[in-house]
Structures are given as structure tokens and as C-alpha cells.
T-cell receptor, first 107, second 115 residues
Framework: GQQVMQIPQYQHVQEGEDFTTYCNSS?????IQWYKQRPGGHPVFLIQ?????EVKKQKRLTFQFGEAKKNSSLHITATQTTDVGTYFC???????FGTGTSLTVIP | ETGVTQTPRHLVMGMTNKKSLKCEQH?????MYWYKQSAKKPLELMFV???????ENNSVPSRFSPECPNSSHLFLHLHTLQPEDSALYLC??????????????FGEGSWLTVV
């Protein structure tokens, strides 16, 4: 099945540091969604990006869709312990998820 | 409460057992999915049902057998599983199978251990 690659696979940050995860596809995407899965939990929808170059913000989270619609990023400013979890991108129309980035925040 | 309910939440079964996982969605969605999530692995799509018809079978071994009696219910029948099948099995649903803008809603998952 089709999958997109996410980097990094794991990231440990000190609380207060910034964090970014990248989602890369070899094909042009019609849109992309981001999900968060807390440890022991299930994936929960965060946001959807549709337009080329689109940038959306949710408090400390900034989501970006590349101009070519082949990549996307999620940036968290000043991480908190509540940000811990695995972040997945999901190119829609495919229902396949990216490989995920597991974020650990060290208090 | 996600609108997608899975039972049981935890299951331990022997390799010769037959068991089933159940999923029910209360969202009025037309598409339902089974995903497998193992430790340190990405979410693996197993099956997709749209309006009770199986539309995708992602090379899943025949020891996993899905059943979708109606658009609100989805089962995963398990038979002669292997220890490597131990994983979190996630059921999900969306309004339609592959339309732009569909959000996928996940259940809380069924933790399966094969001994």
C-alpha cells in the first residue's frame, strides 16, 4: 500500500523547546490530514490541509502544506508535556497513514 | 466518547482459538476500516468497507476474516493466529470511503495478545 514517510521517527525534546515533524510523499497529494495519538490511546484528527502552500495554526501548533503539495509539516512551539504522543500524517483519498513521529517531552 | 465503540478492549487468545472483535459506529458513516498497529510500526490498513461492501483487502492473511453485516457494524473474526499477530487493532469510520475532506474517526482499539 501507499505510505508517506515521516521524519524523524522519534524525537526527544526538553520542555519548552520547539518540535517539527515532516511528511514527504513522492506523489502530489490532493489534501493531507494530521492525527495525534497519545500513549495508550487512539489516533485523533487534528487538522486538514487542502491548498498549495496552506498554513494553519492551532494555538502552539502550526501546520503547513508544501507549494507542490508533496510534503507537509507540523511545528510545535514551546513544547509541553501534554504534547507527548505520536503524530501521523495521512494523505486523504488513500486512508493510509504516514510512518509517524513519536514525540517525547522531557520535563 | 468517539462515536466508534470497540469490544472487547483486551483479548488474550491461544493460537488454536477462534474469537471475534466487534466494532460499532454511531456516526451515520458509510465507510468502516480495520487497522493493525504493532509496536514501533506505522498504522497498517487491513480492510475497508464501504456501504457494507469490501473495497480493499490489503494483503491480509486469511486467518483474519472481516464481516460487515450493515453500515454500523464491523467484525474481525480471528482464527489460528500467530504470536506475531499480537497488536492493537483499531476500528475506524468515515462519512464516505475516499472523498476529500473525510475525517477518520477511530475507536479506542482492541489489544490482542496471542499466546
Amino acid at each position: 500500500g501507499q505510505q508517506v514517510m515521516q521524519i524523524p521517527q522519534y524525537q526527544h525534546v526538553q520542555e519548552g523547546e520547539d518540535f517539527t515533524t515532516y511528511c514527504n510523499s513522492s506523489t502530489t497529494l490532493s489534501n493531507i490530514q494530521w492525527y495525534k495519538q497519545r500513549p495508550g490511546g487512539h489516533p485523533v484528527f487534528l487538522i486538514q490541509l487542502v491548498k498549495s502552500g496552506e498554513v494553519k495554526k492551532q494555538k502552539r501548533l502550526t501546520f503547513q502544506f508544501g507549494e507542490a503539495k508533496k510534503n507537509s509539516s507540523l511545528h510545535i512551539t514551546a513544547t509541553q508535556t501534554t504534547d507527548v504522543g505520536t503524530y501521523f500524517c495521512a494523505p486523504q483519498n488513500q486512508f493510509y497513514f504516514g510512518t509517524g513521529t513519536s514525540l517525547t517531552v522531557i520535563p | 466518547e468517539t462515536g466508534v465503540t470497540q469490544t472487547p478492549r483486551h483479548l488474550v487468545m491461544g493460537m488454536t482459538n477462534k474469537k471475534s472483535l466487534k466494532c460499532e459506529q454511531h456516526l451515520g458513516h458509510n465507510a468502516m476500516y480495520w487497522y493493525k498497529q504493532s509496536a514501533k510500526k506505522p498504522l497498517e490498513l487491513m480492510f475497508v468497507y464501504s456501504l457494507e461492501e469490501r473495497v480493499e483487502n490489503n494483503s491480509v492473511p486469511s486467518r483474519f476474516s472481516p464481516e460487515c453485516p450493515n453500515s454500523s457494524h464491523l467484525f474481525l473474526h480471528l482464527h489460528t493466529l500467530q504470536p506475531e499477530d499480537s497488536a492493537l487493532y483499531l476500528c475506524a469510520s468515515s462519512l464516505d470511503r475516499a472523498s476529500s475532506g473525510n475525517t477518520i474517526y477511530f475507536g479506542e482499539g482492541s489489544w490482542l495478545t496471542v499466546v
